[in-house]
Structure formats: structure tokens, C-alpha cells
């Protein structure tokens, strides 16, 4: 038995990050990772997508998803948790990252299956980029 029941169609996958600086945020995620703004009804939550992801921004504090626990704890961005993005040419996208002035937490690529790097986005959450390692899916079949 399952303590909670699946849609009947597999659901769009969604992450949500909290941010300091949502103008911020959105520009860094549209300019820089490819993702589209879908929606942004306020100015403290923003809706984006890329391919099937969606990625919710919301500012912490705030009746957008970052409103305090009971305790008064309130969210805050960071952490280790973090989405993965597939790109074609991982070592032409660190490049171009790095001209943009984004911040590397470990930018050497490294991994069997996958080359990855870790990035930050403005608010501090980490962000995995990957590259498939050639051929090594297609051995793994």
C-alpha cells in the first residue's frame, strides 16, 4: 500500500529553490542554463521550465511556498540537494559559465558514467552539470 497515490499520468517533474534575489535568479537560469519563464505572478515566485523540468522560485519569507514553519523557521537557499542538467559539450559550457562569472564549487570534471561539474546559482543553490561519458550508456545496456 502507498501512504501517497501517483497521478494517473506520469506528472511534470518539479524542483522548487528558494532565492535572495528573484529578478536575480531568473535572469541567471533563463540567460545562462536555457530554461523558459512560464509564469511570474508576483514578485517573490517565478515558474520556469526546461524540457519536461519545472523549476519554481520563491523568496523566502514569503506567502509564496517560503513562509515560516510553525517554529519560525524560515527557508533559506543552499544545501547540498540539487538538480542535474545534461548538456551536450560539458567543457564548452563550464567555459562559457565561467566568462559569465558564475561561481564553481568543483569545475573539474570528473565521474565514470558522467563527466560532472558543480555550480551556484546567485542565491547560493547548487546546480550538477553532466555530460554523458561517450559510450558508456550504450556498454551498460
Avoid: C, K
Amino acid at each position: 500500500m502507498q501512504a501517497v497515490d501517483q497521478p494517473e499520468r506520469r506528472a511534470t517533474p518539479t524542483i522548487r529553490y528558494f532565492v535572495r534575489d528573484l529578478d536575480a535568479a531568473v535572469d541567471f537560469y533563463r540567460q545562462l542554463l536555457g530554461f523558459e519563464e512560464e509564469l511570474r505572478p508576483n514578485p517573490v515566485f517565478a515558474m520556469l521550465y526546461r524540457g519536461d523540468l519545472r523549476l519554481l522560485l520563491s523568496v523566502p519569507g514569503t506567502y509564496a511556498g517560503g513562509h515560516a514553519l510553525p517554529d519560525g523557521t524560515l527557508p533559506s537557499p543552499g544545501g547540498w540537494n540539487r538538480i542535474l542538467l545534461q548538456v551536450v559539450d560539458l567543457d564548452a559550457a563550464v567555459e562559457a559559465l565561467r566568462r559569465a562569472g558564475v561561481h564553481f564549487l568543483d569545475d573539474r570534471p570528473s565521474g565514470v558514467a558522467v563527466r560532472q561539474v558543480l555550480l551556484e546559482d546567485p542565491s547560493g543553490n547548487p546546480i550538477e552539470l553532466f555530460e554523458p561519458a561517450t559510450g558508456y550508456h550504450e556498454r551498460a545496456r
